[in-house]
């Protein structure tokens, strides 16, 4: 088995600085083939903003698993507007939806987690697998306070199923810090937000929050146990 690259940067050194300041220092070692993943929720297009206005060049892809809200179809459409980007649009394959369709039904996620995973692999893992060939540094909008499963989130680290680079440049930031900016520097803002919503997937898997909740409980609510995660981060 191969040796893991090393991480060309230190986290310890990166622990205090800005998200913009950590982004300077990973151009500095990634000048090109950089990916910020976009699922339309203010952690992302925050972090679009900042990559912007530092003038670097970057690929922006959103996965459109076929269930997406309406709302997030219009925030596509928003950022490709405001920031003047080619938003590239990753779709599952046809014969695959098709198949798991066909097989089990157009709601077999609701039946087990195991059938809840086989969908997300199949309408966003292999996607975003697609979308991040031949990247040497994917950057995503993780923050640490987001759940228990992404409190230990390092800014930098190797991602080895990809054979890339994985930056979450907010990870020490909070929600809060994350929508102030937003607000402040008129970010296009989700509008399922102002419904409650903290956490923002696909219309039949994502609800609004219930205050006292964990921002991510709003994702398969109907699962009592195990991590609330599609496969995408999750190690």
Request: net charge negative.
């Amino acid at each position: 088995m191969l040796a893991k690259p090393e991480i060309p940067l230190q986290n310890q050194d990166l622990e205090n600085l800005s998200p913009q300041e950590i982004l300077k220092k990973l151009y500095d070692v990634f000048p090109d083939k950089v990916a910020l993943s976009m699922s339309l929720q203010a952690e992302d297009v925050v972090l679009l903003d900042m990559i912007v206005k530092l003038g670097k060049p970057v690929k922006v892809y959103a996965l459109d698993t076929g269930r997406l809200h309406e709302a997030t179809y219009r925030m596509m459409d928003s950022i490709r507007y405001k920031y003047h980007i080619d938003l590239e649009v990753y779709f599952p394959k046809a014969e695959d939806v098709e198949k798991l369709v066909r097989e089990k039904g157009l709601y077999s996620f609701k039946e087990s987690v195991e059938n809840r995973k086989e969908c997300c692999y199949i309408r966003k893992v292999l996607p975003n697998n697609r979308a991040l060939k031949g990247m040497k540094l994917w950057i995503t909008g993780i923050r640490r306070d987001m759940s228990e499963d992404r409190k230990n989130t390092p800014i930098l680290e190797w991602d080895d199923s990809h054979h890339l680079y994985k930056a979450a440049p907010l990870a020490n930031w909070t929600r809060k810090q994350v929508h102030e900016y937003a607000k402040e520097n008129h970010v296009p803002y989700h509008p399922l937000y102002n419904e409650g919503y903290l956490s923002i997937g696909c219309e039949p898997c994502t609800r609004a929050v219930q205050e006292g909740e964990d921002e991510r409980a709003g994702r398969w609510w109907w699962e009592q146990e195990g991590h609330k995660e599609c496969g995408l981060h999750f190690h």
